[in-house]
């Protein structure tokens, strides 16, 4: 009976989020409710204790990343400079090649720190205009745009500013580069499948006399060859985010030591303020790299941007709370599913996997599918099961940054079910429906869950990391 709650309250929050409600409304009632049904003694201490405390301490932690993210999206749409890389990009890489060129255009905006969904307006007007010309489906443009944005940049390179990458490295005590060359493969071996598979789906349609297609709806306007900025200029914020996230990440431990404290200047007597730094350099590198990213835009296009800043500015912060507090409530509503009884058996059945990256692997990609957010399924699983994962790490003798790296990987594999924002959001841009766009999203969300074991694999083999 205990575990029927605990599967009953995530198939609620799972068939609550696809019907497009609320999750910092609904987390909580689920969690509640299997409370309710296990003891209602503990509703109230459950909510405020646990849920409150857990939720609390993840916008601590990750709300400064996200409104960062946010507004160095922002101005890089505001400047003209997404639009300039775009175009230079596919100048480069030529119209013909149209899909490869979305993907490298989506990944560049992605590891340079730009938002998955600022990625998604910004490039959509420019692949339907490509799609177009080379006589390609439209139907086509919602799995590029995932390959390129909601993969390799999103978790599996080393160094990507995503919230994705940057979670584990508070449980595992990690930063944003573990695991490089696991990374790298894991890449390698999601950008040749999904670009195989694009280019097989292209050609089918060609074969079966299949265009662009017409009435379509929510085309854009036919793209204006506007003056643009300097390719060089567009693309130097996002070097520089890259550049000093390593900086940073380097020079933070060695400036602040293992901990930092100090001794508020308050009336009466306080205890001192201690802060662990190996808990937050990663979160601290990335903070200060944004930071920074957004300043080399002002350096350049401070006339631009800052005649639509304050209305930009705005729905930056908007999105980066409901992000934050979406994926904070998710992270809350694990923490009180795993204070339950009938978690015993999900983590006494996932024990039983004897693989210790497998078991982390199948946990994180589970609960990202059914929570359909990459970071919120992640959270969960890390919330209530890092203790086991470190224990395992150590056992095995695996290092932690293999744990890092594959946590990341997974959390992106099977987060993008129907049910999923980001998936919602781009069909939604591209006027598309799920009915003709899903499968080739699904097909990506297949070849990224299985390059998390293909990587694991590849530790096995070689030892690699």
């Known amino acids: 009976m205990d575990f029927l709650i605990v599967l009953a309250a995530l198939a609620f929050l799972m068939f609550v989020a696809y019907r497009g409600y609320s999750v910092i409304l609904f987390a909580p009632i689920c969690a509640l409710g299997a409370v309710l049904f296990v003891d209602p003694n503990l509703v109230a201490p459950m909510f405020t204790g646990l849920f409150m405390d857990k939720m609390v301490g993840f916008v601590k932690n990750f709300f400064p990343v996200f409104l960062l993210g946010a507004v160095f999206g922002k101005v890089i749409e505001l400047s003209g400079f997404s639009k300039a890389i775009v175009a230079s990009v596919i100048n480069l890489i030529g119209r013909e090649r149209a899909m490869l060129a979305i993907v490298v255009v989506c990944g560049l905006l992605t590891y340079g720190g730009v938002s998955l969904f600022v990625v998604v307006f910004a490039v959509y007007p420019f692949a339907a205009e490509m799609f177009r010309q080379g006589g390609i489906p439209k139907r086509l443009i919602p799995g590029t745009i995932a390959l390129g944005a909601f993969t390799v940049t999103m978790d599996s390179l080393p160094g990507t500013p995503q919230i994705q990458n ?152 908007g999105g980066a709370l409901l992000a934050t507090m979406n994926t904070a409530s998710e992270y809350g509503f694990g923490a009180v599913i795993a204070a339950l009884p009938g978690f015993l058996v999900v983590a ?118």
């Not at 071996?189 to 379509?216: N, Q, T």
């Not at 890390?382 to 003798?397: D, K, S, W």
């Open 166 to 317: 940057i979670i584990p490295t508070t449980f595992f005590k990690t930063d944003i580069y573990a695991a490089p060359w696991l990374g790298i493969i894991g890449a390698v071996f999601i950008l040749v499948s999904g670009l195989a598979y694009l280019e097989w789906s292209r050609r089918r349609a060609a074969a079966a006399g299949e265009g662009y297609g017409e009435g379509h709806l929510n085309e854009p306007e036919p793209f204006e060859h506007e003056k643009l900025a300097h390719p060089l200029i567009a693309i130097l914020p996002l070097i520089m985010v890259g550049v000093m996230n390593k900086v940073f990440t380097n020079l933070i431990p060695a400036l602040y030591g293992e901990k930092v404290s100090f001794i508020p200047a308050v009336i009466g007597k306080v205890a001192p303020v201690v802060q662990q730094t190996k808990a937050v350099a990663a979160i601290w590198a990335v903070e200060g790299a944004l930071l920074i990213g957004i300043a080399t835009v002002f350096v350049f296009a401070w006339r631009t941007v800052f005649a639509k800043f304050a209305e930009g500015s705005k729905s930056a912060i």
């Open 348 to 465: 006494n059945a996932l024990s039983a996997i004897p693989n210790p990256l497998i078991n982390e692997a199948i946990t994180v990609t589970s609960l990202a599918g059914i929570t359909g957010s990459a970071s919120g399924g992640m959270s969960i699983a890390l919330a209530a099961m890092a203790e086991t994962f470190i224990a395992n790490a150590q056992a095995a003798g695996i290092p932690l940054e293999v744990f890092h790296r594959v946590a990341s990987m997974a959390s992106g594999g099977m987060d993008t079910l129907p049910h999923n924002g980001a998936v919602i959001t781009l069909l939604a841009v591209t006027g598309l429906t799920h009915r003709q766009s899903y499968k080739d999203i699904f097909a990506i969300t297949c070849i990224k869950t299985l390059a998390v074991f293909v990587v694991i694999g590849v530790y096995y083999a070689t030892g690699i990391v």
